[in-house]
Nanobody
């Protein structure tokens, strides 16, 4: 049974930093391309960062230079460090295995809410 458990969100001020964590179970984590998706209020969920099994990373243009995705295969955990938070970073953040056409491979976890005040 696949479980994805996100944590680390919160209410923060613009300019602060956060590190989100996602603990995965029930998947062959070391071989999976993992990603962080964000659903901002009133918008569709979008992939903002992904990391391949090799460690190669990709980012959405809107977050390049501020977001850093990383993974710990021994802990089956993927992280998202967010620096210089902006109000437009507000949303629920989810992790998932990234499938074809950047779609999520598994059912969603509960996500973690990030709210950035200006």
């Amino acid at each position: 049974q696949v479980q994805l458990v996100e944590s680390g969100g919160g209410l923060v001020q613009a300019g602060w930093s956060l590190t989100l964590s996602c603990a995965a179970s029930g998947i062959i984590f070391s071989l999976a391309t993992m990603g962080w998706y964000r659903q901002a209020p009133g918008k569709q969920r979008e992939l903002v960062a992904r990391i391949f099994s090799s460690g190669t990373t990709n980012y959405a243009d809107s977050v390049k230079g501020r977001f850093t995705i990383s993974r710990d295969s021994a802990k089956k955990t993927v992280y998202l460090q967010i620096n210089s938070l902006k109000p437009e970073d507000t949303g629920v953040y989810y992790c998932n295995r990234v499938g074809l056409e950047l779609r999520p491979f598994y059912s969603w976890g509960q996500g973690t809410q990030v709210t950035v005040s200006s």
